[in-house]
């Protein structure tokens, strides 16, 4: 074995919170990960013959363990994610197997789980616990329970099984996804081809064919375009595109990627759901629903309730909305019948025409900088705390990767990462914040209290063209709020004990709180005001510009809402009510759900489930509905700055710091429910949500 592969100075096992992004390689998972598990288990042998139910003689250890498990792999999966390769995917595939074992060791621990249960049942030593280190107790005898420590023998065996293969397949859905979404390639070569699309689409369609052999002097203005399924290129061909050929080629590509050949995803789907219903069921729960729902603050009637309430209120608006989009093409002179892929197009014409907007209209006044700016301006009045560029105080992954310092009264309070472009050929789709290392008293450096926490966000707008800046949508400014929102709960956290702090230990279906209720600021005047400026001249949004903005907010938003209450209506069905090979496929359970939850049925051939990621590959398998239930919370969280006046300065300070103490502060050291009344003096209501959607009785 290479020097550079030895436990000793592999670039993957460092104990400083800032992992070495930029030399760790694939070469170095598979010694790297071996040499720690061999030492975690070590150590595990040696806590399991000593343990004492205390917080010094049990949790302690245990947080130990998890922490420099999590940090290592959370750097491999962090890369393999945004950075990925074959020799990336094999090294892990060789090694989390291993990983995977220590994990179903620990979580089957016995001496641990009794020594849980032993400090919890003694009265003396629970009394004297904190109320967060009471919530880490609970938390891990909850977790010890779902993990299997109750099982034995065949039962504990089979259990196990079940969690590496299910491990395994979440990792090869999500390759198989990458490598579909990757395969599309499409040149356009006549200007005829690419009629209706926008200045920017046409540039990052020039710039990609660019990079192809043999046409190195593409051109926006000229050609050729190469277009792909990656969302910065994919969603300006079907909201702009007069080419409806090319729009129905690339719908039909994207409903059915990973479906078939050798990245079909539809078995793994099938594989999955059987096995997550055979695990409940030697957990003593009826489905996965049910084990899903252990963990959150709903129940699976709860859920269904809340979804049944929105999708009531959200289908008759839909169909309004559907109706209202064939009746103004048919005014265009569109003759052919409405489909999938004419929806998108003729709804972007007919909010040109209603509110005379249109993103490429907003995009030069969203330049990635200036955003940035009024993103952290926003979080200093809000939050007091002040965000400053740290680049080169720690290794990056890409040139593109931003480091961030966040300091609250002169004080450092917590680092970020942000990679904010698409690259389709190694990263995958979507938005996502995580922890690189979390708040803990545990992990304190010298002169310090605790180990400060650090995020990552990782977003894929659209890239800068040519020497412009990125210039984003605003969905785009959206979800860079959104996932800002994730990582100030993760880094604002007031707790110490590292188990509960920041996104630790939050109920899954609370988690999307602060997220969503950043998104609020994006609507606000004050804030734009901020950042909505024109990258060439400086100009500030005009006003007229804002109040079409404004006016546009609720523009389809029946259809926005019942499209996610189908998908967590679907999900949850799924995983409580659907058995696979019985004849019926879950592309037929898809429709059936459809009939109550869409307004154009599905294409037959619609796999949409085979890309599908959150609940096959990530994190929202029977828990899709959170981001529902926690929209909820988000919109009567935004509320109480509306009940105390957007254009009182004071006010809103006064609040932002009240949510900072409670929501942001808190993190799962408090149940969710609490930490929303000490912020908001009384439980969650419906209403703010179909208000701000448009959605309440007297709207509809």
């Known amino acids: 074995m290479e020097a550079a592969t030895t436990a000793s100075d592999n670039p993957l096992l460092t104990d400083s919170p800032l992992p070495n992004y930029d030399q760790v390689k694939a070469e170095h998972v598979v010694p790297g990960i071996r040499a720690l598990l061999a030492q975690l288990n070590s150590e595990l042998d040696g806590l399991e013959t000593s343990v004492e139910p205390s917080w010094e003689g049990l949790v302690e250890p245990v947080e130990r363990l998890v922490d420099r498990l999590s940090r290592a792999w959370g750097t491999v999966s962090h890369l393999k994610a945004v950075r990925d390769s074959e020799e990336l995917r094999k090294a892990v595939e060789e090694v989390q197997p291993e990983k995977v074992a220590f994990s179903l060791r620990l979580s089957q621990s016995k001496p641990l789980y009794g020594a849980f249960k032993a400090l919890k049942d003694d009265e003396a030593s629970w009394s004297a616990l904190s109320e967060a280190q009471k919530r880490v107790v609970e938390g891990e005898l909850r977790d010890f329970v779902l993990g299997g420590v109750a099982l034995e023998g065949e039962a504990k065996e089979r259990f196990n099984a079940i969690q590496q293969e299910l491990s395994q397949l979440s990792t090869k859905f999500s390759n198989n996804l990458l490598d579909a979404t990757k395969a599309f390639k499409k040149l356009l070569t006549g200007k005829a081809e690419v009629e209706g699309l926008p200045e920017s689409a046409l540039a990052l369609a020039a710039q990609q064919a660019s990079k192809e052999e043999g046409h190195e002097g593409a051109t926006a203005a000229d050609g050729p375009w190469l277009v792909t399924l990656d969302f910065p290129s994919y969603f300006p061909v079907m909201t702009h595109a007069k080419n409806r050929p090319l729009r129905e080629e690339m719908y039909r590509a994207n409903i059915t990627r990973a479906s078939s050949g050798d990245i079909n995803n539809t078995p793994i789907i099938d594989r999955v759901l059987e096995l997550r219903g055979e695990k409940a069921r030697l957990l003593g729960y009826a489905n996965h629903a049910e084990v899903s729902m252990a963990s959150k603050m709903a129940t699976l009637g709860k859920a269904e309730e809340l979804l049944e309430q929105l999708r009531a209120a959200s289908f008759p608006a839909a169909q309004r909305d559907l109706d209202d989009i064939r009746a103004f093409a048919a005014e265009q002179g569109f003759r052919e019948e409405m489909q999938q892929w004419d929806v998108s197009y003729w709804a972007e014409r007919l909010k040109e025409a209603k509110y005379s907007i249109s993103d490429e209209e907003l995009r030069p006044y969203f330049a990635l900088p200036n955003v940035l700016d009024g993103l952290f301006k926003l979080a200093h009045r809000l ?38 472009y698409s690259r389709p050929a190694e990263k995958r789709g979507g938005a996502w914040m ?23 966000m990782v977003c894929n707008q659209t890239p800068p063209v040519g020497d412009k800046p990125s210039l984003m949508t605003f969905r785009e400014v959206e ?74 907010r609720t523009y389809r938003s029946g259809s926005q809402s019942l499209r996610q209450v189908h998908f967590a209506t679907l999900d949850l069905d799924l995983h409580s009510r659907f058995t696979p090979g019985q004849g019926e496929t879950v592309f037929d359970r898809d429709r059936k759900v459809a009939e109550k939850t869409t307004v154009l049925p599905p294409l037959p051939e619609d796999r949409f489930l085979c890309g599908f990621s959150h609940i096959f590959a990530g994190g929202y398998s029977a828990g899709y509905y959170s981001y529902k239930w926690a929209e909820v919370l988000s919109a009567d969280a935004f509320a109480a700055f509306e009940d105390a006046g957007l254009d009182d300065e004071a006010a809103v300070e006064a609040t932002g710091r009240r949510f900072a103490d409670t929501v942001l502060a808190l993190g799962g050291g408090r149940a969710p429910d609490l930490v929303f009344k000490d912020f908001r003096g009384r439980d969650p209501s419906v209403e703010p949500l179909l208000r701000h959607n448009n959605l309440t009785p007297a709207a509809a």
Not at 387 to 397: F, K, L, Q, R
Not at 439 to 455: C, E, H, I, T
């Open 479 to 552: 979800t860079l709020f959104h996932e800002f929102g994730h990582a100030a709960q993760h880094m604002l956290t007031q707790q110490r004990e590292g188990l509960v702090a920041g996104i630790r230990g939050v109920e899954w279906d609370a988690v999307e709180l602060p997220s969503q209720f950043m998104e609020n600021w994006c609507y606000d005047r004050k804030t734009l005001n901020e950042f909505a400026r024109h990258y060439e001249t400086g100009e500030a949004m005009p006003e007229d510009l804002y109040q079409r903005l404004l006016a546009a």
């Open 383 to 420: 939050f007091g705390v002040t965000i400053e560029a740290a680049d080169g105080e720690a290794p990056v992954w890409h040139p593109d990767v931003r480091f961030f310092r966040v300091t609250k009264d002169g004080k450092p309070k917590a680092y970020f990462y942000l990679d904010p």
């Open 434 to 456: 995580d922890e690189v290392c979390g708040q803990s008293k545990l992990f304190a450096g010298p002169g310090s209290d605790v180990r400060l926490p650090v995020a990552h």
